[in-house]
């Protein structure tokens, strides 16, 4: 370390312009996929703006809106309930399964089988299980049926809907899931189990001593991923109940869609999206200096 | 015959998961419009039915006019609008592109669409042609035409003719059924006659168990109707003498706060309440109601005239249609839907757009389309041309036409704000459907669509 601090600094400003050759393409890519597009949303949030027409400046009254707006709370609401139930139950099975690679088996074939649902289009695993859970001609239902239990209407029922569609993406993004929280196993030195056996230390004991505080730092990452991820539900809904019934599954980026796409409010939608932008944004912070992402009790 | 109608459904499903994952990029690839001396104009549609049609039609106009080419994309319902729409603002619209009553009021008045009076009037084209009120719907407000009428479309009762004789109803009878919102009349007694639960019991026998219900008398959409229930109200709601607005086209005051409306959705729920009718979460919970009808699960099915070949499509199953019952106003009702084509106003090709949507309007492209027998052209030669191919595929389209012929039909609601007026009616309707909310609830729903025109 100490030698790079005595390098002469011409050195490093000579360095500056092939590093920015290899930072360019990322650059331009967050730029104009990223920033730009963040910019114009911000923008457009306080203009009214049909698509069709020109944006039209009006200041802070799409924000009282939203804060007004019974749907938007509803759907904020949704989307927590389907955020609690999929990332709840998605991670306590991932690493389940992440402890059981870990410890009994290396086998690329088992792990190649777990990330099989994540290969699979969201929007064809969504219309699969949508067929499969029909209350009258769905396979599930029918399997049901031989067993005793009358049938359920997963998607149709405004209670049963969003677990359902939560369950439907667990079942998809829980090998993916499974493999990254693996990654994060794999850093814990093997000695320490080997140091606990030796005590004699069982491995439930192990999980709760070594492996999971060990973890902590991979698992933090995990979850602010997930989690922003599963606030982006969209697709799932969009190809099956369409926010119904009633508005039991109209999700906050349905809804912005909604505005935007069906009903030409452009500018209403984009102050949605700044709201949802500061919502996830304070939860990312919170969640990683809560679980000091940052830190690791390795050292 | 299950089991053929889920692999169907499957196959189905896929094709249209592949449809979404393509349709994203498509629209901006074939939107641009190319200027070379021999010129192409683009060409949208969305049922994918008709394709093969308006590609004979395309065939026969570029014949016709050699310098002209009409390239055709085909997108699924939902991706056409929002493909349309991006298209529309990103100035790469098709040429030309089918349009629809319940969009083109805002595309008119947002002026992306060509008012087409100076061409007409310059050809000396006839408006006159196509059947009575299809010309005029294309009339906007401000006394402009938008389009020229290509097919339209009516709703009628499908029924499983194999369910119908088990149950002792004839034919004859379905095209005679009266119904009224207090106790259904005679439609009703049919739907329950046809309702049938595990034990074999019919719904209207002692002992029926509404909670096991084997086959539903009556199918429900798995669609939201909103505000306008083109296939699963309207219907009765219309045969009232209640009207969705003020007037139609171009009203500004809806009337779902009319007793006669309420009085409607209330006996159409309660038909879910007696077991002749599934509940809203089964009709949503994955099925569509055409498949559900096919796999046998319903007796008799209200859908519009488009899904015709659809539900005459399944394997085993002895289909027949009759027209929507006889109402408390003495006469039937159904929505009368007509399609027309519209040219995109950024257009750098307008005159050979017009050539082409003059084409589309004319008698030779409509007998084209109506001798493939999938929609009703607007042209009542070229319906004569679909009647007898449909015909000839054991199809009576009477029970569609009968009411244009009796005059019974109702202009679909044309207005401004159509989307805003979906938003709010979808789940006030929903909510009355699932038994969270009652019909009058619908009062304060109309408030706020009223609300809207303000």
Redesign the interface.
Do not use: H, W
């Given at each position: 370390m100490k030698t790079s601090t005595l390098r002469p600094l011409g050195r490093r400003a000579g360095d500056l312009p092939v590093a920015m050759v290899f930072l360019l393409p990322a650059a331009v890519g967050f730029a104009v996929f990223y920033l730009w597009p963040t910019l114009r949303t911000m923008y457009l949030s306080f203009t009214e703006y049909?698509?069709?027409?020109p944006p039209e400046w009006i200041g802070v009254e799409n924000y009282q809106k939203v804060f007004g707006d019974r749907l938007f709370w509803n759907s904020l609401q949704v989307t927590v309930e389907y955020v609690v139930i999929n990332i709840g139950i998605q991670t306590v099975v991932a690493l389940g399964m992440a402890v059981l690679m870990h410890r009994l088996t290396r086998s690329g074939l088992i792990r190649g089988v777990l990330l099989l649902p994540y290969l699979v289009?969201n929007?064809?695993v969504a219309?699969?299980w949508?067929?499969?859970?029909?209350?009258?001609?769905?396979?599930v239902n029918q399997a049901l049926e031989w067993i005793g239990v009358d049938?359920v209407?997963?998607?149709?029922?405004?209670s049963t809907a969003i677990p359902t569609i939560a369950l439907v993406n667990v079942w998809r993004h829980v090998g993916y899931t499974a493999l990254l929280i693996f990654a994060g196993l794999q850093a814990i030195p093997k000695t320490f189990y080997e140091a606990a056996q030796t005590d004699g230390a069982s491995e439930i004991r192990m999980f709760w001593r070594i492996t999971l505080p060990l973890l902590r730092p991979a698992l933090a990452l995990v979850l602010v991923l997930t989690i922003i991820g599963s606030f982006q539900i969209f697709d799932t809904v969009a190809?099956?109940?369409?926010?119904?019934?009633?508005?039991a599954t109209?999700v906050i980026y349905y809804y912005i869609y909604?505005q935007a796409?069906?009903?030409?409010n452009f500018g209403y939608a984009a102050a949605v999206c700044v709201a949802l932008f500061a919502i996830l944004a304070t939860l990312a912070l919170m969640q990683l200096k809560l679980l000091r992402a940052g830190e690791t009790d390795l050292d | 015959m299950?089991r053929t109608?889920?692999l169907t459904?499957?196959a189905t499903?896929?094709s249209?998961?592949l449809a979404?994952?393509g349709g994203g990029d498509d629209p901006a690839e074939s939107g641009g419009g190319t200027a070379a001396a021999p010129t192409e104009i683009s060409y949208w549609l969305w049922d994918s039915n008709q394709l093969p049609a308006y590609q004979a039609c395309a065939d026969a106009f570029h014949a016709a006019n050699p310098a002209v080419t009409v390239k055709i994309s085909q997108f699924g319902w939902a991706d056409y609008w929002?493909g349309l729409?991006t298209n529309?603002?990103s100035g790469t619209a098709p040429d030309v592109f089918t349009n629809h009553l319940n969009y083109y009021p805002?595309?008119a008045g947002?002026q992306?669409i060509q008012p087409l009076d100076d061409f007409i009037a310059a050809d000396g084209t006839r408006t006159d042609v196509y059947a009575p009120g299809l010309a005029d719907l294309w009339v906007s407000a401000d006394g402009k035409r938008y389009g020229l009428p290509k097919d339209f479309d009516t709703i009628a009762v499908f029924y499983n003719k194999k369910m119908l004789a088990d149950a002792g109803v004839t034919e004859e009878q379905m095209k005679t059924l009266t119904w009224n919102p207090t106790d259904g009349g005679t439609y009703e007694d049919v739907i329950a006659r046809l309702t049938v639960d595990e034990n074999g019991k019919r719904g209207d026998e002692e002992g029926f168990d509404k909670s096991k219900v084997e086959v539903y008398g009556l199918g429900l959409d798995e669609n939201?109707g909103a505000g306008v229930g083109q296939q699963m109200w309207s219907m009765y709601a219309l045969s009232t003498g209640w009207q969705f607005t003020d007037k139609n086209p171009w009203g500004t005051s809806f009337k779902y706060d009319d007793p006669r409306f309420q009085e409607t959705v209330a006996w159409w729920r309660g038909l879910i309440e007696k077991g002749y009718m599934?509940?809203?979460?089964?009709?949503?919970?994955?099925?569509s109601v055409n498949?559900?009808f096919g796999?046998g699960?319903y007796a008799l099915s209200t859908n519009g005239s488009w899904m015709i070949n659809t539900y005459y499509g399944y394997d085993g199953v002895e289909v027949g249609t009759a027209p929507t019952p006889i109402g408390p106003s003495g006469k039937r009702a159904t929505i009368y839907n007509g399609l027309a084509d519209s040219i995109y106003a950024g257009s750098e090709h307008k005159d050979q757009a017009w050539q082409w949507v003059k084409y589309l309007a004319s008698a030779d492209c409509q007998k084209t389309v109506g001798d493939k027998a999938v929609v009703f052209p607007a042209i009542p030669e070229a319906l004569t041309v679909a009647e007898q191919k449909f015909a000839a595929k054991g199809v009576d389209i009477s029970a569609f036409t009968v009411q244009i012929h009796e005059n019974t039909t109702s202009l679909y609601p044309i207005t401004d704000h159509a989307?805003?007026v979906?938003?709010v009616m979808?789940?006030a309707m929903?909510?009355v459907l699932?038994f969270?909310a009652e019909p009058s609830s619908l009062t304060k729903a109309n408030e706020e669509v009223n609300a809207l025109f303000q």
């Open positions: 049909s698509l069709l027409a289009a929007v064809v219309l699969i949508y067929t499969m859970l029909d209350a009258q001609l769905g396979i049938p209407a997963f998607f149709g029922e405004t190809v099956t109940t369409k926010g119904g019934p009633v508005n109209r909604e796409f069906q009903r030409f | 299950r109608t889920r459904a499957v499903i896929l249209l998961a979404g994952c929002t729409t529309l603002v805002e595309f947002k992306q939201n599934p509940s809203l979460a089964i009709a949503r919970s994955g099925t498949d559900g796999a699960r989307s805003d979906s938003a979808s789940p929903d909510a699932s969270e």
